[in-house]
């Protein structure tokens, strides 16, 4: 088991511990950054954090913070003891702030790069979604600005709050204040110390207590949800008896001038709620040498808080020249579940080191984990999971289900399965398989009159079906042809 | 329909078929028969477009068309079905799945509609009948955990359900029990007509009593190297291939 990333899971107690309150000394000197400044110079000290925090107008509570998150990320080493290879980060050669930037807009179409045109045409998005994703200009009726505007005030019908973690910290402090590294503590790991000393921006989500949430939540919808920044910070709260599906990312290939991406989403179940996180990732993986690709280091953790509430990520992975995520579930509250189903595509010379952890602390948890590897090319693809059943965990259950698929033999797929049970009422089951889609199979379906595309279209969709019933209709037609896009010329 | 001219073919830098000449009329039945090693999968595999073997010379058309010059998939969307003597196994896909996506693609390229699903099932249905398949099998993914003779009544399934010009069974035979080789030997003969032909590439001739072949071929060591009527088989059946292979170092002499 690897140690250098580390729950503050306290298991005699079966609590978080919420923050580690380590003593925060008060900045004694006065703040001297230029406010009027749009870049923040490069490099990370306290003046740059506070200078984020006094650009975003935050309260007081949310700067101390940050600044513990940051004393704290000091002390802390970039851990290695992922299955991936990069070069070193120079931590102190990144900018930590840039003011939303103007999208450069464009008057039509024919003025994007054809062949990003091409790949929104394989992905069947439709014209108006394409000039939103590439800043051409809009017509007023199809804005997606109005859209939101007429789905927002649905949602605040319900007292359903939904806007940027920015919008969050000014005008729902007190639960930002109260949920807040709640889950993920900025002692978790290097990143989400990093995170939390300089996040951006990203979603806030608070559904009431007895409010189903009547739509999909999707970034999609956010206004300002582009140029959310490469730290990223989600937090979503479901109260008792609550539920709330939410996606985040699309499928239309995003690239972005930053190449580090550290995330951290938060999810909070209360007693008998329901939390569905769907995610599809197609960040730039770089060239077929890896060159320029982004990498993509997310720490995503929920806990389910309260009895009989359950937590379900579903993540469809293609793009990233180096992803390591764990999207994970606490199951504190006796009954909890939690689902994690994942499909992660790597090709080329992309490397991912992803799956789940599962921590069992409640009575008769249950959680189960489906994850289908797919690797091409000469790509690197590794399940990590672990399951963990504390002591008072009786009859807890787990299952999983961890299956790579290989498409010719360059390719690598690698299972890191961990298991700590500390309690002998637990049933864990682990069920793993490799298979490869070699000349032989694509001969056979070519010979059937089933082109090479369609073929290993056909395969992967069929190998992973179990993880696209997870997501919304729309969605999973959508990530389908997303993942041939990601795989076209992958075999043969 | 199909006529080969002078094919040669290497794999792996190793001359296997040596100058093959053969022509195949409409509703004909062919059979190629031949020792172990001796080139008919290669021939099989090289007509119907797989990669690894390197075509040295020779010409081959069929149906009018350049064969060598279509890729794999156009070869069979013409009509051209292998039954393979080793049928591969495809997990997650159903064979329903996977029929449903080849008819769709043959149909495509002939210009016409797809079957929707219900229209399809209907045919599936048909189909499999025909070869006394159980429906169960339809819903499995594709070949994983069939047995040999399942695996080898799917192929003939297959062949049913895309109903093709010319159809090449290697050794489908081989694996089937007695019962099945009768059912699936019948199932072939209701899918012949003035249009299609047959290639049965065997190494007995019980298969032959059921489906009786107009002509009969020896393949032996990358050639053909005598053909003659149903009764050659027979003959092949008492007396082995020694006097062929006499007849052949004789002729070298
Ligand atoms: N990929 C390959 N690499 C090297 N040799 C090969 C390859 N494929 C076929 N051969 C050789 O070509 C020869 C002909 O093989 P083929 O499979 O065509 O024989 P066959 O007549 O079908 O035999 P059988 O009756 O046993 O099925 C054999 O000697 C075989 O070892
Ligand atoms: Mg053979």
Redesign the pocket.
Known sequence: MNTTEEYTVDEKNGEIDILDEVTSREYQYGFVTDIEQEFAPKGLNEDIVRFISAKKEEPEFMLNWRLKAYRHWLTMKEPHWQNVQYAPIDFQDLHYYAAPKKKITLNNLDEVDPELRATFEKLGISLDEQKRLTGVAVDAVLDSVSVATTFKSKLAEKGIIFCSMSEAVKNHPELVEKYIGSVVPYTDNFYAALNSAVFSDGSFVYIPKGVRCPMELSTYFRINASNTGQFERTLIIADEDSYVSYLEGCTAPMRDEHQLHAAVVEIVAHTNAEVKYSTVQNWYPGDKDGRGGIYNFVTKRGICSGNNSKISWTQVETGSAITWKYPSVILKGDNSIGEFYSVAVTNNAQQADTGTKMIHIGKNTRSRIVSKGISAGKSQNSYRGLVRIGKRADNARNFSQCDSLLMGDKCGAHTFPYLEASNKTATVEHEATTSKIGEDILFYCNQRGISTEEAVALIVNGYCKEVMNQLPMEFAVEAQKLLAVSLEGSVG | MLRIHDLRVS??G?E?LQGINLEINPGETHAIM????????????VLAGRA?YEVLGGEVSFMGKDLLDLAPEDRAREGLFLAF?YPVEIPGVSNANFLKAAVNEVRKYRGQEPLDAMEFLALMKDKAKLVEMDPSMLSRSLNEGFSGGEKKRNEIFQMAMLEPVLAIL??TDSGLDIDALRIVAEGVNKLQNEHRSVVL?T?YQRLLNYIVPDHVHV?YK?RIVKSGGKELALELEEKGYDWIKNEVAQAAV
């Open positions: 794999v792996a190793k296997i031949g020792p172990n090693g001796s080139g008919k999968s290669t021939l099989a595999s690894d003597q290697d050794e590439i190494h393949l990358g």
